[in-house]
């Protein structure tokens, strides 16, 4: 296990956990304030959820394959107050368009885009499962970036959904919590994302990365107490919007692999059953299909090199996984292989492990395993070398593992 307690670390470790907790502190009192602005007192509930990076484990969530994200320490609150009578209203700081909702009424999505559909989505399913969702005056606030390939989405769902179980005391299963949030993600954002990312949201520990299993929804918390080791997330500042039919088509390829194999899905072939098709499959698909079996194996071989604290052997399978999905899925772009290559480049002697692009690709951040100690002359290099090769200013934070959802105050 790579827990270090030399002295160093432990006080890297402390300087580090003091930082956080100020960071969330300041996000608290930054929304604290503008409640009583808002609504005249101090919040009854307040409740949080973070966003999220995915370690590796790209493109396999709908191959019933595995994912390995890690919640970040950025999080989404959300403070509230009873109302007197069945309407909720919300607030968010990131938008001048509040929700205003009739609970009288069935909850029908907003327009396309709106950002309320998602907290609205939260509360149908609430009311679907026969809760009875109280009035509530709510605000939001949050330190994850939005649309910056982290879920700030499914930290907002979580979060909403944490704040509506204290107003009504009652708490659902964590699966089932997940399962509801990613529900209003679908029906009611009009977006039919897998399930990493809510349950990463509601599951995650201090000090963990979480394996899931994406067919059986079974996870096991992975340790990463090694706090010399810390997780940069790179955001390239680009998305390239293509025909839009890439998502599609590649979902398409992998089952018709699966098909050609007489496989349930892409999880269930070896490399050597591909090996075998091959002849009989297009060779576009064929590759398709060797990141998805490949990146299953290097997702499973990953967690265990986290669990033993093998950086390097983690750092090479990130690589690995990268010129997979450049190489054979081909969703990477430039910008995410300048990141990789810059990384690669400073090497492990100076502080970097392993550098891979994470989320659905063609822009999007990329995530970095770095030495702790060498966090910062990391950032600067990177970022020197980012400006020097695509003109574009990159975005970075750090992260250790962050928490799951919880009630912060009024439980
Ligand atoms: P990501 O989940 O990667 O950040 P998405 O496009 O899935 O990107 O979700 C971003 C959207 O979620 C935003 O455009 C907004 O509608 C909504 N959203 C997330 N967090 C907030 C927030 N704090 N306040 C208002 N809307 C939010
Ligand atoms: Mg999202």
Redesign the pocket.
Request: no cysteine.
């Given at each position: 296990m790579g827990l270090h307690l030399s002295a160093g670390g432990h006080l890297a470790n402390q300087r580090r956990l003091l930082s956080d907790f100020m960071q969330l502190e300041y996000l608290l009192a930054e929304a604290r304030t503008a409640f009583e602005q808002h609504y005249g007192q101090a919040p009854r509930w307040i409740a949080g959820a973070p966003g999220r990076v995915n370690l590796i484990g790209e493109h396999t969530d709908y191959n019933d394959g595995y994912v390995f994200p890690m919640a970040l320490e950025r999080y989404?609150v959300v403070l509230g107050v009873p109302r007197h009578d069945p309407r909720v209203r919300i607030i968010?700081l990131?938008?001048p368009h509040p929700l205003e909702v009739s609970l009288d009424k069935p909850l029908e999505p907003r327009s396309k885009g709106f950002?309320g559909n998602?907290p609205l989505g939260v509360m149908a399913g609430f009311l679907e499962r026969g809760y009875r969702v109280p009035g509530l005056n709510l605000l939001?606030h949050?330190s994850?970036p939005?649309?910056?390939?982290?879920?700030?989405?499914?930290?907002?769902e979580v979060a909403m959904a944490t704040l509506l179980e204290a107003a009504m005391a009652v708490r659902l299963e964590p699966v089932e919590k997940a399962l509801l949030c990613q529900q209003a993600e679908h029906r009611y954002a009009g977006?039919p994302c897998g399930i990493m990312d809510q349950f990463i949201a509601v599951l995650a520990q201090p000090g963990h990365a979480l394996l899931l299993d994406c067919r059986s929804r079974c996870f096991q918390q992975v340790p990463m107490l090694d706090s010399d080791v810390t997780v940069l997330v790179i955001n390239t500042q680009v998305r390239h919007t293509l025909t839009g039919s890439e998502y599609p088509t590649r979902r398409r390829q992998c089952e018709e692999a699966a098909r050609i194999m007489k496989l349930p899905a892409l999880r269930d072939a070896t490399l050597a059953d591909l090996e075998s098709a091959r002849s009989r499959l297009d060779p576009t698909v064929y590759r398709r299909a060797r990141h998805v079996i490949g990146e299953i194996q290097r997702t499973l071989e990953a967690a265990e090199a986290f669990r033993d604290g093998n950086w390097l052997r983690a750092g090479e399978l990130m690589y690995a996984s990268h010129a997979s999905l450049r190489d054979d899925y081909e969703v990477s772009c430039r910008e995410l292989d300048v990141v990789v290559e810059a990384a690669r480049a400073i090497g492990p002697d100076a502080g970097v492990y392993g550098c891979r692009m994470t989320g659905g690709g063609f822009g999007g951040c990329a995530v970095a395993l770095v030495r702790t100690a060498a966090v910062s002359e990391v950032q600067q290099r990177l970022a020197r070398a980012y400006w020097q090769q695509t003109g574009r200013e990159a975005v970075m934070f750090v992260s250790r593992p962050g928490r799951g959802a919880w009630v912060i105050h009024g439980a």
């Open positions: 989404t968010s990131a938008d950002w998602y939001i949050s994850v939005l649309g910056g390939g982290v879920s700030s989405s499914a930290a907002l977006m």
